[in-house]
């Protein structure tokens, strides 16, 4: 495995490859579901710190490591584990209103995962660009969803300005502010890890 991204360098350096592996892609699944769980007090709703989390990971697991925990974080939630945001988890949950978004989670990691293992950890820009490209992401696939999708099998539409009003408008400056933290981070645990 090779890649500038932060986790695949010290798998590299670990003798047990497999198990360091798997032990970050379970600690970067408990992460999100804690992350999740967590409400931030924020105007005019209240939002998780669960991109942050993911948007974080990406960038320090990079493309291969951050999908197997995306997907195994998914995973665990389709069969019935309480990781999401609510209580509710099984195969209803992906035909709810947040499916968009838990599609958007998936490229996200992919567009940040890519562009960490190409970089260095100190190339803040890139990785606050690759971040709030992710964002974009998941609003589309989450706003598609909501406003065209579920919402649209009941036979009404919430139309483009209804699933910007309730899906992207109220978590814009807190999801900026989450992808600069998570950006801003990497670098910070660089250096860290080299002392």
């Known amino acids: 495995m090779s890649a500038n991204a932060l986790a695949p360098s010290l798998i590299n350096k670990s003798s047990l490859k497999a198990l360091t592996m798997v032990v970050m892609v379970a600690f970067g699944v408990a992460l999100i579901t804690l992350s999740a769980k967590i409400q931030v007090p924020f105007w005019p709703v209240p939002v998780t710190l ?27 939630g389709y069969m019935g584990a309480p990781v999401f945001a609510g209580a509710i988890a099984g195969p209803a949950y992906f035909a709810g209103p947040t499916a968009g978004y838990l599609a958007g989670f998936v490229i996200a990691v992919a567009i940040v995962g890519y562009v960490a293992d190409r970089i260095s ?33 009941s036979g009404n539409l919430l139309s483009f300005e209804g699933a910007w009003k309730y899906g992207v408008q109220p978590f814009i400056l807190a999801d900026i502010v989450k992808a600069v933290i998570a950006s801003l981070s990497i670098p910070a ?7």
């Open 189 to 195: 645990i660089s250096g860290l890890m080299k002392k």
């Open 121 to 153: 950890s100190k190339n803040i820009f890139a990785l606050v660009g690759a971040t709030l490209v992710g964002t974009l992401v998941i609003y589309a696939l989450g706003a598609y969803w909501l406003g065209f999708v579920y919402v649209g099998s």
């Open 50 to 76: 669960q991109t942050l989390a993911i948007m974080g990971l990406a960038a320090a697991y990079g493309l291969r490591l951050g999908l197997a925990t995306i997907t195994s974080y998914l995973a665990a």
